[in-house]
């Protein structure tokens, strides 16, 4: 487990940490070790995850944990997620990779809890704080409860996003669940320019705003017109067959799976009790069939302020 200290002491006094550095030199020793980890990797988008999958996957097995109760509204947040299983779907299919996808139920009421009395704060600021945070414990939680190596997330290939902040909640983070942070700032030799361009080859869907009401709402978003597009897009996509990518339970980890909480006992994490899931649940050896739980339902919008969106991504 990479400390924050001992990473502050690899810097001088007044140099920023350069996370993409640190993330290079964890890999150095999984090199050395001829070790390939497993990692679940946070997610908010197809685009943040495509640069990011195809660096990590070099080196390590990835499951991207699409888990983002900030995203507003809920049918953006499922066209989002189906956009999310595409791209893994046809970045398997050109890469030969075996990246998985676990998806959490849309539980957005939590999320306003810590956020609402946060919400002229600007983007970049202290709600955006509390936001990578939650978004974070919870990627922890379930990295420990699967038994990953590691957890981390794409949030850093953002230009912005604040990679400091990030990575140094991660760090505080790891020490809740015992699970390791993998420190990154995906955005930087390149990284994000990779994003556009993969987020181009692979025809992703890319985003005009981060995703809460607040941010949306302020930067006059046309909230309205999203739901219509995103309710369509959904309607037209949802039906896809995403099984070969639901999470599984890797057959040299199921010896240890018996610490696992079987599915219909997810009482270790029931903040996300409704996620789809797959051969976790499947005896050894079996099948990955998977079992969507609390499949989320389209409901409607409930905020349609501001003018047609602009065509930045966040
Ligand atoms: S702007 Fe983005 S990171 Fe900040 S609170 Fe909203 S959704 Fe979260």
């Known amino acids: 487990m990479l400390e924050a200290a001992a990473i502050r002491a690899m810097f001088e006094k007044d140099q920023k940490v350069n996370y993409d550095w640190v993330l290079q030199q964890e890999v150095k020793t999984w090199q050395q070790k001829a070790r390939r980890p497993r990692i679940l990797m946070h997610s908010c988008c197809a685009p943040c995850s495509t640069y990011t999958l195809e660096y990590l996957t070099q080196y390590a097995d990835v499951t991207i944990y699409y888990d983002n109760p900030n995203i507003h509204p809920r049918a953006e947040y499922e066209r989002r997620r189906l956009v999310q299983q595409q791209f893994i779907q046809d970045f398997n299919g ?86 390791a942070y993998l420190p990154s700032d995906f ?25 809460c009401v607040f941010a949306a709402t302020k930067q006059g978003v046309d ?68 079992v969507p739980l609390g499949e989320a339902v389209l409901a409607p919008v409930a905020s349609t302020t501001g003018a047609a969106a602009g065509g930045r991504h966040v």
């Not at 909480?261 to 797959?278: H, L």
């Open 187 to 211: 955005k930087k030799r390149g990284g994000y320019a990779r994003s556009v361009a993969m987020s181009k080859e692979y025809d992703v869907y890319r985003q005009c705003y981060c995703g």
């Open 94 to 179: 050109r890469t030969g990779n075996r990246v998985q996808f676990l998806g959490a139920e849309y539980r957005p009421s939590d999320w306003l809890k810590q956020t609402a009395a946060l919400k002229n704060e600007p983007e970049g600021g202290a709600r955006c704080r509390v936001c990578y945070n939650y978004r974070l414990d919870r990627v922890a939680a379930k990295a420990h409860a699967l038994g990953f190596d590691y957890f981390g997330s794409a949030l850093t290939i953002s230009p912005s996003k604040n990679a400091q902040v990030i990575n140094a909640l991660g760090l505080e983070v790891q020490h809740l669940y015992s699970v």
């Open 223 to 290: 909230l309205a017109a999203i739901n219509r597009e995103a309710t369509a897009y959904v309607a037209a996509h949802r039906d896809r067959d995403y099984s070969g990518i639901q999470f599984h339970i890797a057959p040299a980890k199921q010896a240890g799976a018996a610490a696992l909480p079987p599915a219909t006992q997810d009482t270790a994490t029931p903040a996300i009790a409704g996620e789809t899931r797959a051969a976790a649940i499947a005896p050894s050896g079996g099948a990955a069939a998977a």
